[in-house]
Protein backbone atom coordinates (compact mmCIF):
# COMPACT_ATOMS: atom_id res chain seq x y z
CA UNK A 1 0.00 0.00 0.00
CA UNK A 2 1.34 3.17 -0.99
CA UNK A 3 1.52 6.34 2.06
CA UNK A 4 1.73 9.40 1.35
CA UNK A 5 1.69 12.75 3.69
CA UNK A 6 -0.92 15.58 3.04
CA UNK A 7 -0.06 18.49 4.85
CA UNK A 8 -2.57 21.59 4.92
CA UNK A 9 -1.84 24.88 5.56
CA UNK A 10 -4.06 27.93 6.54
CA UNK A 11 -6.12 29.26 3.49
CA UNK A 12 -9.66 29.29 2.94
CA UNK A 13 -8.83 26.36 0.57
CA UNK A 14 -8.11 24.18 3.69
CA UNK A 15 -11.95 22.68 3.65
CA UNK A 16 -11.25 21.82 0.14
CA UNK A 17 -8.25 18.66 2.16
CA UNK A 18 -10.90 16.43 3.40
CA UNK A 19 -12.10 15.80 -0.48
CA UNK A 20 -8.43 15.14 -1.39
CA UNK A 21 -8.04 12.89 1.59
CA UNK A 22 -11.04 11.02 1.10
CA UNK A 23 -10.45 10.80 -2.28
CA UNK A 24 -7.03 8.98 -1.94
CA UNK A 25 -8.00 6.83 1.13
CA UNK A 26 -11.34 5.38 -1.39
CA UNK A 27 -8.12 4.56 -3.27
CA UNK A 28 -6.48 2.62 -1.14
CA UNK A 29 -3.75 5.58 -0.41
CA UNK A 30 -2.79 5.54 3.37
CA UNK A 31 -2.65 8.85 4.08
CA UNK A 32 -0.86 11.00 6.93
CA UNK A 33 -2.34 14.34 7.43
CA UNK A 34 0.03 17.11 9.08
CA UNK A 35 -1.71 20.44 9.68
CA UNK A 36 -0.33 23.69 10.36
CA UNK A 37 -1.57 25.36 13.56
CA UNK A 38 -3.86 27.82 11.01
CA UNK A 39 -4.93 24.80 8.69
CA UNK A 40 -7.11 23.94 12.16
CA UNK A 41 -8.35 27.61 12.50
CA UNK A 42 -10.05 26.29 8.85
CA UNK A 43 -11.10 22.71 9.23
CA UNK A 44 -10.66 20.59 12.23
CA UNK A 45 -8.15 17.48 12.31
CA UNK A 46 -11.09 15.26 13.53
CA UNK A 47 -12.36 15.70 10.04
CA UNK A 48 -9.35 14.29 8.58
CA UNK A 49 -8.66 11.35 11.20
CA UNK A 50 -12.49 10.37 10.54
CA UNK A 51 -11.87 10.38 6.77
CA UNK A 52 -8.61 8.83 6.64
CA UNK A 53 -8.67 6.61 9.73
CA UNK A 54 -5.38 7.64 10.77
CA UNK A 55 -3.95 10.37 13.71
CA UNK A 56 -3.71 13.82 12.21
CA UNK A 57 -0.47 15.45 12.87
CA UNK A 58 -0.59 19.19 14.30
CA UNK A 59 2.27 19.83 17.23
CA UNK A 60 5.68 18.95 16.94
CA UNK A 61 5.95 18.27 20.80
CA UNK A 62 3.19 16.53 21.50
CA UNK A 63 3.60 14.06 24.06
CA UNK A 64 3.20 10.93 22.63
CA UNK A 65 4.90 7.49 23.05
CA UNK A 66 6.46 6.52 19.46
CA UNK A 67 9.49 4.12 19.67
CA UNK A 68 10.76 6.80 16.89
CA UNK A 69 11.30 10.04 16.01
CA UNK A 70 7.79 10.52 14.64
CA UNK A 71 9.13 13.65 12.20
CA UNK A 72 11.54 12.01 10.85
CA UNK A 73 9.88 8.14 10.65
CA UNK A 74 6.95 9.66 9.06
CA UNK A 75 9.57 11.48 6.26
CA UNK A 76 10.90 8.27 5.43
CA UNK A 77 8.52 5.78 4.72
CA UNK A 78 6.12 8.16 2.74
CA UNK A 79 6.26 7.87 -1.04
CA UNK A 80 4.97 11.68 -1.81
CA UNK A 81 3.74 14.74 0.33
CA UNK A 82 1.47 16.49 -1.54
CA UNK A 83 0.67 20.24 0.26
CA UNK A 84 -2.81 21.36 -0.58
CA UNK A 85 -3.04 23.99 0.12
CA UNK A 86 -0.14 25.37 0.30
CA UNK A 87 0.03 29.25 1.53
CA UNK A 88 2.62 31.67 0.68
CA UNK A 89 3.87 31.71 4.05
CA UNK A 90 4.80 27.54 3.92
CA UNK A 91 6.19 28.40 0.36
CA UNK A 92 8.50 30.90 1.75
CA UNK A 93 9.57 28.71 4.84
CA UNK A 94 10.02 25.77 2.39
CA UNK A 95 12.26 28.05 0.55
CA UNK A 96 14.43 29.75 3.32
CA UNK A 97 14.95 26.16 4.66
CA UNK A 98 12.86 27.09 7.83
CA UNK A 99 11.42 24.35 9.79
CA UNK A 100 9.48 25.37 12.83
CA UNK A 101 6.37 23.55 13.02
CA UNK A 102 5.41 19.46 12.20
CA UNK A 103 5.19 20.24 8.51
CA UNK A 104 7.80 21.99 7.49
CA UNK A 105 10.23 20.11 9.44
CA UNK A 106 8.77 16.70 7.97
CA UNK A 107 8.99 18.47 4.26
CA UNK A 108 12.88 19.19 5.23
CA UNK A 109 13.01 15.67 6.02
CA UNK A 110 12.35 14.28 2.85
CA UNK A 111 15.11 12.59 0.90
CA UNK A 112 14.78 11.63 -2.76
CA UNK A 113 10.85 11.33 -2.41
CA UNK A 114 8.65 13.97 -4.32
CA UNK A 115 6.84 16.78 -3.12
CA UNK A 116 4.09 18.40 -4.68
CA UNK A 117 2.81 21.81 -3.82
CA UNK A 118 -0.78 23.15 -4.20
CA UNK A 119 -0.45 26.76 -3.86
CA UNK A 120 -3.74 28.98 -2.96
CA UNK A 121 -3.93 32.32 -2.31
CA UNK A 122 -4.83 35.58 -3.24
CA UNK A 123 -3.78 36.95 -6.81
CA UNK A 124 -1.45 39.30 -4.98
CA UNK A 125 0.30 37.12 -3.11
CA UNK A 126 0.36 34.76 -5.43
CA UNK A 127 1.82 37.02 -7.98
CA UNK A 128 3.86 38.96 -5.99
CA UNK A 129 7.56 38.63 -7.14
CA UNK A 130 8.83 37.22 -3.91
CA UNK A 131 6.62 33.74 -3.89
CA UNK A 132 7.27 33.49 -7.63
CA UNK A 133 10.93 33.81 -6.87
CA UNK A 134 10.14 31.27 -3.72
CA UNK A 135 8.33 28.98 -6.38
CA UNK A 136 11.06 28.80 -8.94
CA UNK A 137 13.52 28.14 -6.05
CA UNK A 138 11.89 25.32 -5.10
CA UNK A 139 11.02 23.91 -8.38
CA UNK A 140 15.38 24.14 -8.77
CA UNK A 141 15.25 21.62 -5.49
CA UNK A 142 13.00 19.36 -7.59
CA UNK A 143 9.35 19.84 -5.77
CA UNK A 144 6.46 19.97 -7.91
CA UNK A 145 3.58 22.23 -8.21
CA UNK A 146 0.05 22.26 -9.34
CA UNK A 147 -0.59 25.56 -10.95
CA UNK A 148 -3.59 27.33 -8.72
CA UNK A 149 -6.63 28.44 -11.35
CA UNK A 150 -8.03 31.34 -12.32
CA UNK A 151 -11.76 31.92 -10.15
CA UNK A 152 -13.65 34.47 -8.22
CA UNK A 153 -11.77 34.04 -4.64
CA UNK A 154 -12.74 33.80 -1.25
CA UNK A 155 -11.99 37.53 -0.93
CA UNK A 156 -14.31 38.84 -3.93
CA UNK A 157 -11.22 38.96 -6.41
CA UNK A 158 -10.71 37.31 -9.51
CA UNK A 159 -7.86 35.81 -10.21
CA UNK A 160 -5.17 33.32 -10.47
CA UNK A 161 -4.65 32.02 -6.75
CA UNK A 162 -7.76 29.30 -6.24
CA UNK A 163 -6.54 26.03 -5.51
CA UNK A 164 -6.50 23.85 -8.12
CA UNK A 165 -9.22 21.14 -9.14
CA UNK A 166 -9.32 18.35 -6.80
CA UNK A 167 -9.06 16.06 -9.62
CA UNK A 168 -6.40 17.43 -11.11
CA UNK A 169 -4.63 17.31 -7.59
CA UNK A 170 -5.26 13.60 -6.97
CA UNK A 171 -4.34 12.86 -10.51
CA UNK A 172 -1.16 14.55 -9.47
CA UNK A 173 -0.26 12.21 -6.65
CA UNK A 174 -1.49 9.09 -8.34
CA UNK A 175 0.79 9.89 -11.23
CA UNK A 176 3.34 10.76 -9.29
CA UNK A 177 3.37 7.51 -6.42
CA UNK A 178 2.02 4.91 -10.00
CA UNK A 179 -1.09 4.44 -8.96
CA UNK A 180 -2.79 5.92 -11.86
Known amino acids: MKEIILGITGSIAAYKAADIANQLT ?3 ILVHTIMTDSATKFITP ?7 KNKVYTDMFEEIYYPDVRHISLAQKTDCCVIAPATANMIGKLAS ?27 AMYENP ?24 ACGDTGKGALADI ?3 IK ?3 DTIGEA
Open 46 to 52: LTLQTLT
Open 97 to 123: GIADDMLSTVVMAIKNKPIIICPAMNT
Open 172 to 174: AVK
Open 26 to 28: KSN
Open 167 to 169: DII
Open 130 to 153: ITQDNIRKLMTYGYEFVEPKESLL
